[in-house]
């Protein structure tokens, strides 16, 4: 039996809680949060577990081999660092850490105490972004050329990241799973429309080596909520919604043909090709609940983490040149 202790009872710590003590072979046992209502709804609806208001307390508990940190980004490394340093698997929201320095630091400490680490890309445990993977890698696609994700809607107002650390952390989990190749530069422009707060509307560009090119729109200003993606694949074309309720992937054989014309050399001749959409069948498995087993099937070594601290790194490095490439309205960085 793998103990498992949540940090952070806010926004996501509650869906950890669940997921974990729903799952066979694990334990919660203890709930750590700062905020003394937050502890006494967490003590009410599971009062079997025990709760605390200091980490380090927290830290003592009898039985705890991991800890899950769903606290704001800016208290990532402190926390995963201390928890690691005792001995506990750690598994960290996303992103995983402040910068790149501190990234590497975890992974340096986790590989010398042998612990998991595990970042919590949740989006690329979904039964849509799996099934966009293995048609990727099967070549159903072909070759990938275009990625476009709009990810807007009124809030969560976040005080110590912008809306790319918050919201494209997504896209560049999602991208990083499927399409088998990391960006070598981004572009990135965006405005904060709060005084001292971090930006809220940002557009970023990634460059890929290949003929590849991804655009990503996030705000937190929007009337309305949209969480939608389109891959141009040069067979096959996908639409994903992850707000539709039954319908969120759809794929088309929708695409050009290119023949450069016999009369004249120079000509190029684009035809159109229209065929069926389709919607696959996806695994309706809630994508927590399969990260929570990966964590644990991680912890008693039966597999190699999917979304661990190399993955962290990539992503984080994006957001690194991003940030930068924002000071610089939009000045190409490499990653």
Not at 243 to 249: A, H, V
Request: charged share 20%; glycine share 8%; aromatic share 8%.
């Amino acid at each position: 039996m793998i103990g498992i202790g949540i940090v952070g009872y806010g926004y996501w710590g509650p869906n950890l809680v669940r997921n974990f003590s729903d799952l066979d072979g694990v334990r919660v046992v203890g709930i750590c949060d700062m905020n003394s209502k937050r502890l006494a709804a967490a003590h009410k609806k599971f009062p079997g577990v025990e709760t605390f208001s200091e980490f380090a307390d927290f830290l003592k508990t009898p039985g705890l081999d991991a800890v899950c940190v769903a606290t704001p980004v800016s208290t990532h490394f402190k926390l995963a660092r201390a928890a690691l340093a005792a001995g506990k698997h750690v598994l960290v929201e996303k992103p995983l850490a402040s910068s790149t320095r501190e990234v590497r630091a975890l992974m340096v400490l986790a590989e010398k105490k042998s612990l998991v680490l595990l970042v919590d890309h949740t989006f690329i445990y979904t039964g849509a972004v799996r099934k966009i993977r293995e048609m990727a890698a099967g070549g159903e696609l072909g070759k990938i050329q275009c990625y476009d994700s709009v990810r807007v809607n009124l809030g969560l107002f976040q005080h110590d990241v912008n809306v790319l650390w918050d919201l494209a952390i997504h896209d560049l989990a999602i991208m990083d799973y499927v399409l088998g190749e990391r960006p070598s530069a981004v572009s990135a422009t965006g405005l904060s429309h709060v005084p001292g707060q971090p930006e809220n509307v940002a557009y970023l560009t990634l460059f890929y080596t290949s003929n590849l090119i991804a655009h990503i729109n996030v705000n937190w200003l929007a009337p309305v909520k949209v969480r939608r993606t389109l891959i141009g694949g040069s067979k096959k074309m996908i639409v994903y919604d992850d707000l539709e309720p039954s319908e969120k992937l759809k794929v088309y054989d929708k695409g050009i043909s290119i023949q450069q014309s016999q009369e004249k050399i120079y000509d190029m001749l684009i035809s159109y090709r229209t065929g069926d959409a389709w919607l696959p069948k996806l695994d309706a498995t809630e994508a927590l609940a399969l990260e929570a087993r990966h964590f644990l099937d991680c912890i008693v070594g039966k597999v190699k983490p999917l979304s661990g601290g190399e993955v962290g790194l990539a992503t984080v490095a994006i957001l690194e040149a991003a940030t930068k490439s924002l000071k610089k309205r939009g000045q190409p960085v490499e990653v």
